[in-house]
């Protein structure tokens, strides 16, 4: 199969969502090992990000291979999706999931609120755009500061409502990694179907890891374990 029949194929969108899937758990992986130095101090998280500037060219290749893996994943999603509605136009007239579990059922919605958090994230502490923590002034962290991560950090999550929005977003991204993790590579056929697959508890124990991983940061910013 040619590669053009291959993306025109449903099973060749799906492979394409799976290994663009896989590059963006890599990335959470090593975004949330990353951000965990946090707890080890200023010094430290600030120099992990001068680390992250200092790679200059290769910075923006790794950021450009994510935009297109997180551009094809959402495109393939949107037209799986339209393949789906033509398949069926008029719906179930009574659906009860046999199988389905409720992360599988809420890829789709639970993928659009991530993308809707993802550029949040980035006009809050890549660019600092909308950086809410300005309007409650703090004497050591009054704004954003492009060179202090680990103040923009702390002064962020010292706002009840901007900690309670990423650890509901950490919740749609533990539910999203659980489904795809797992069904990513069942995708790709690695491993042979069974009744009690182990990339699923992989995928468990990755999902699990990720959230605890980075919802443990602002909560800890708010109960004031770390400042
Ligand atoms: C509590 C959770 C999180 C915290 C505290 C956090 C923290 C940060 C910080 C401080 C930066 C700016 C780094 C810098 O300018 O050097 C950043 C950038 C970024 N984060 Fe997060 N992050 C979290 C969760 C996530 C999640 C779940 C995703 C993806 C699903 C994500 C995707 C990104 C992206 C794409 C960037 C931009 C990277 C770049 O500038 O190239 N983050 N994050």
Aim: hydrophobic residues 55%.
């Amino acid at each position: 199969m040619g590669l053009l029949n291959a993306y025109r194929s449903t099973i060749g969108k799906k492979a394409i969502m799976a290994v663009t899937g896989l590059i963006l758990v890599a990335f959470v992986i090593g975004h949330m090992a990353g951000n965990l130095q946090v707890f080890i101090g200023p010094a430290r998280m600030n120099a992990y990000a001068a680390f992250l500037q200092g790679l200059g060219e290769l910075l923006w290749l790794v950021r450009l291979v994510l935009f297109v893996a997180l551009v094809l994943h959402v495109l393939m999603a949107w037209q799986l999706t339209q393949i789906k509605r033509q398949a069926r136009p008029i719906g179930y007239e009574q659906r009860s999931p046999q199988v389905s579990t409720l992360a599988s059922r809420s890829m789709r919605w639970g993928g659009v609120l991530l993308l809707v958090f993802i550029v949040f994230h980035i006009l809050h502490f890549t660019t600092g755009t909308v950086f809410p923590a300005a309007s409650t002034p703090d004497a050591m962290y009054p704004a954003f500061s492009h060179g202090d991560v680990y103040g923009n950090v702390i002064a962020a999550f010292r706002t009840p409502w901007v900690t309670a929005f990423y650890v509901v977003a950490m919740l749609f991204l533990l539910l999203h990694l659980f489904h795809g993790a797992w069904s990513s590579v069942r995708t790709l056929g690695f491993v042979k179907p069974s009744p009690e697959p182990l990339q699923r508890r992989v995928a468990t124990v990755i999902a699990v890891v990720v959230w605890l991983g980075f919802s443990v940061i602002p909560v800890a910013v708010l109960l004031g374990v770390i400042r």
